[in-house]
């Protein structure tokens, strides 16, 4: 008891260390995110206590023999094996030490008369007990993964903004040579996204990406493109700093990652109730994240050479740098689909590796679920190397490209300037509620309505535009973040 208490207390006060330092360092996605885990823990907590507790009442719901089919057992009985006097201290005809503790628990505990027996026995639910203990450590540790291999990704991108910005600074102030080398950039991104004769091609384009998110993720050319098309589309300084926006986006993004939703427990449940003998499932099923994987890095690769295949042919002089960005280049026009499929990637691997833990945990030895050596070893590379490839290739990739959609997020402006934004307009309307009359003359504050939706921060920066000089004028809110 003093064991578990003291890991108790110490796991959570980990958390509420780390929830001061995202606190502190004003990282409010993630805070945000380590609430959801908090939540999918309690979730779990809960399931495993009300399980514990009522194992005894649902063991005791009995029906009739027949009713129960042996062919939705994982593992097919062998029938020749089971004899009465030979049941219970064979156990090499049983190698399955849990189905051995079944029988000898059944025979300790008959609760259901001749001809009935239990629905779900008490040794299943134990076990179902310690799958979900299993599913929930595994997909909390696979969340934390993801997002550490993902800043890995992204904050190695943060030479090139830095050399971004410093062309956009000589740029203002009227150098030649920032000027070619941000053409000659666009250049190079251009060249390599429509040199190959199937980039114009409607079908081949598609092979075309498939085989490139293998040997060419995003290179210093499409960073440098895609920020200058983000920023001419959104009217924002060419000195913006995108790279810090793309880690606020991709921070709230991830919040919407972790935690299992109701779909997703939908899914899990049936994949329990469909693993019966014979069908293979769990092996097949293992392929499917990587099947989505690939087809998402099809897809967003099949964005960035149709925006460069559009520059080429609208514009052949390059006498136009601005790209077409749009919602339209995503399916179904939602760029957040994509982000719904990278949710159920993340929950099918940890179920993958939350199935194979539990079986070593529970099956001692040999059975259905391992005696395939090829095909659990299948299943476990398959699932490890698309868990790496989502985290450190496809999430950068989708953070990036995501955001050459028609609107930007709310993150486009860092927490302290929104917080300040939104305590301004706060006082501006309890002002415009007194009876004054000159307040009354005052113009709406809803152009700031950093609170309300995407469009309204939109239509806030092109009301202020930029100045001669390509920086955008915030006089007024560094007066509202100082004075205010």
């Given at each position: 008891?003093?064991?578990?208490?003291?890991?108790?207390?110490?796991?959570?006060?980990?958390?509420?260390?780390?929830?001061?330092?995202?606190?502190?360092?004003?990282?409010?996605?993630?805070?945000?995110?380590?609430?959801?885990?908090?939540?999918?823990?309690?979730?779990?907590?809960?399931?495993?206590?009300?399980?514990?507790?009522?194992i005894a009442f649902v063991a005791k719901i009995c029906v009739e023999s027949s009713t129960l089919s042996s062919k939705f057992y994982p593992c097919v009985v062998k029938k020749n094996n089971f004899t009465p006097g030979n049941h219970v201290l064979s156990r090499v005809?049983?190698?399955?030490?849990?189905?051995?503790?079944?029988?000898?628990?059944?025979?300790?505990?008959?609760?259901?008369?001749?001809?009935?027996?239990?629905?779900?026995?008490?040794?299943?639910?134990?076990?179902?007990?310690?799958?979900?203990?299993?599913?929930?450590?595994?997909?909390?540790?696979?969340?934390?993964?993801?997002?550490?291999?993902?800043?890995?990704?992204?904050?190695?991108?943060?030479?090139?903004?830095?050399?971004?910005?410093?062309?956009?600074?000589?740029?203002?102030?009227?150098?030649?040579?920032?000027?070619?080398?941000?053409?000659?950039?666009?250049?190079?991104?251009?060249?390599?996204?429509?040199?190959?004769?199937?980039?114009?091609?409607?079908?081949?384009?598609?092979?075309?990406?498939?085989?490139?998110?293998?040997?060419?993720?995003?290179?210093?050319?499409?960073?440098?493109?895609?920020?200058?098309?983000?920023?001419?589309?959104?009217?924002?300084?060419?000195?913006?700093?995108?790279?810090?926006?793309?880690?606020?986006?991709?921070?709230?993004?991830?919040?919407?990652?972790?935690?299992?939703?109701?779909?997703?427990?939908?899914?899990?449940?049936?994949?329990?109730?469909?693993?019966?003998?014979?069908?293979?499932?769990?092996?097949?099923?293992?392929?499917?994240?990587?099947?989505?994987?690939?087809?998402?890095?099809?897809?967003?690769?099949?964005?960035?050479?149709?925006?460069?295949?559009?520059i080429m042919n609208s514009f052949p002089w390059m006498r136009n740098h601005q790209l077409n960005l749009r919602d339209d280049l995503f399916w179904l026009g939602k760029p957040r689909l994509l982000l719904w499929l990278i949710q159920f990637i993340s929950f099918q691997?940890?179920?993958?590796?939350?199935?194979?833990?539990?079986?070593?945990?529970?099956?001692?030895?040999?059975?259905?679920?391992?005696?395939?050596?090829?095909?659990?070893?299948?299943?476990?590379?398959?699932?490890?190397?698309?868990?790496?490839?989502?985290?450190?290739?496809?999430?950068?990739?989708?953070?990036?490209?995501?955001?050459?959609?028609?609107?930007?997020?709310?993150?486009?402006?860092?927490?302290?300037?929104?917080?300040?934004?939104?305590?301004?307009?706060?006082?501006?309307?309890?002002?415009?509620?007194?009876?004054?009359?000159?307040?009354?003359?005052?113009?709406?504050?809803?152009?700031?309505?950093?609170?309300?939706?995407?469009?309204?921060?939109?239509?806030?920066?092109?009301?202020?535009?930029?100045?001669?000089?390509?920086?955008?004028?915030?006089?007024?809110?560094?007066?509202?973040?100082?004075?205010?």
């Amino acid at each position: 008891m003093v064991v578990m208490v003291s890991l108790g207390f110490f796991f959570q006060g980990s958390l509420k260390q780390l929830a001061k330092w995202l606190d502190r360092t004003k990282r409010k996605a993630l805070l945000s995110a380590l609430d959801k885990i908090k939540e999918e823990l309690m979730v779990f907590g809960l399931l495993s206590l009300l399980m514990g507790h009522w194992i005894a009442f649902v063991a005791k719901i009995c029906v009739e023999s027949s009713t129960l089919s042996s062919k939705f057992y994982p593992c097919v009985v062998k029938k020749n094996n089971f004899t009465p006097g030979n049941h219970v201290l064979s156990r090499v005809k049983y190698p399955n030490d849990s189905f051995v503790k079944e029988l000898v628990h059944k025979q300790k505990n008959e609760y259901c008369p001749e001809g009935h027996e239990s629905f779900v026995s008490h040794e299943s639910l134990e076990q179902l007990h310690r799958l979900m203990f299993v599913l929930g450590v595994i997909h909390v540790s696979y969340s934390f993964i993801a997002i550490a291999l993902a800043m890995i990704k992204i904050y190695s991108w943060r030479t090139w903004e830095n050399q971004a910005k410093t062309m956009a600074l000589q740029s203002v102030l009227g150098s030649p040579e920032a000027a070619f080398d941000e053409t000659r950039q666009l250049s190079t991104f251009i060249f390599h996204h429509t040199s190959h004769p199937w980039s114009q091609h409607r079908v081949l384009v598609w092979l075309l990406c498939f085989s490139r998110q293998f040997w060419s993720s995003i290179n210093q050319a499409d960073y440098f493109a895609l920020r200058l098309g983000f920023i001419s589309k959104h009217q924002l300084p060419l000195t913006y700093d995108f790279h810090n926006y793309m880690l606020r986006s991709m921070e709230e993004e991830f919040r919407d990652i972790v935690g299992i939703s109701v779909p997703l427990w939908i899914y899990g449940i049936c994949c329990i109730f469909l693993n019966f003998h014979g069908t293979d499932f769990y092996f097949w099923l293992s392929f499917l994240p990587a099947i989505l994987i690939l087809l998402i890095g099809t897809k967003l690769h099949r964005v960035v050479v149709k925006l460069a295949v559009e520059i080429m042919n609208s514009f052949p002089w390059m006498r136009n740098h601005q790209l077409n960005l749009r919602d339209d280049l995503f399916w179904l026009g939602k760029p957040r689909l994509l982000l719904w499929l990278i949710q159920f990637i993340s929950f099918q691997n940890a179920f993958e590796m939350s199935t194979f833990l539990w079986s070593l945990w529970e099956i001692k030895e040999s059975s259905c679920f391992m005696e395939n050596e090829k095909h659990v070893f299948i299943r476990l590379t398959f699932g490890v190397v698309t868990q790496f490839w989502f985290s450190f290739i496809t999430f950068p990739v989708y953070v990036i490209i995501t955001q050459m959609g028609a609107k930007f997020k709310k993150t486009v402006v860092s927490e302290n300037v929104r917080k300040s934004l939104h305590g301004w307009q706060r006082r501006v309307k309890a002002k415009q509620s007194s009876s004054t009359p000159n307040l009354l003359a005052l113009p709406s504050t809803s152009s700031l309505g950093f609170s309300t939706s995407d469009s309204e921060i939109k239509t806030n920066f092109s009301s202020k535009g930029r100045s001669s000089s390509g920086v955008v004028n915030t006089s007024a809110a560094l007066y509202f973040t100082s004075n205010h």
